[in-house]
């Protein structure tokens, strides 16, 4: 079993940065790879960003690319979403999400979920 535990989100204006975290517990979460999700209200859950296992291959939306990062360290279990340039658009509860199938979590199809964080971008 891996507990999932999101943090980081908040209230920015339009042009800021925060940080997600994405912190595990229980088996071994290098095994796994990790994605991020965010769904704004009534829209269906998209994803964002997936990183590897080893943190060497990654896959972003083309709506985030140049502006987020997905980094991890093993170490420490946890994953990390840094996001700048936010736009309102951006706004939504982000989540976390593993499997060891990196290709699997592309599908949205994971084995643990995280509870959400609320990312909120002002005009």
């Known amino acids: 079993q891996v507990q999932l535990v999101e943090s980081g989100g908040g209230l920015v204006q339009a042009g800021g940065s925060l940080r997600l975290s994405c912190a595990a517990s229980?088996?071994?979460?290098?095994?796994?790879?990790v994605g991020w999700f965010r769904q704004a209200p009534g829209k269906e859950r998209e994803v964002v960003a997936v990183?590897?296992?080893?943190?060497?291959?990654?896959y972003y939306a083309d709506s985030v690319k140049g502006r987020f990062t997905v980094s991890r360290d093993n170490a420490r279990n946890t994953v990390y979403l840094q996001m700048n340039s936010l736009q309102p658009e951006d706004s939504a509860v982000y989540y976390c999400?593993?499997?060891?199938?990196?290709?699997?979590?592309?599908?949205?199809?994971?084995?643990?979920w995280g509870q959400g964080t609320q990312v909120t971008v002002s005009s």
């Open positions: 990183i590897s296992w080893g943190g060497g291959t990654t």
């Open positions: 999400a593993a499997d060891r199938n990196f290709r699997s979590i592309g599908l949205q199809v994971c084995e643990y």
């Open positions: 229980g088996r071994t979460f290098s095994d796994y790879a």
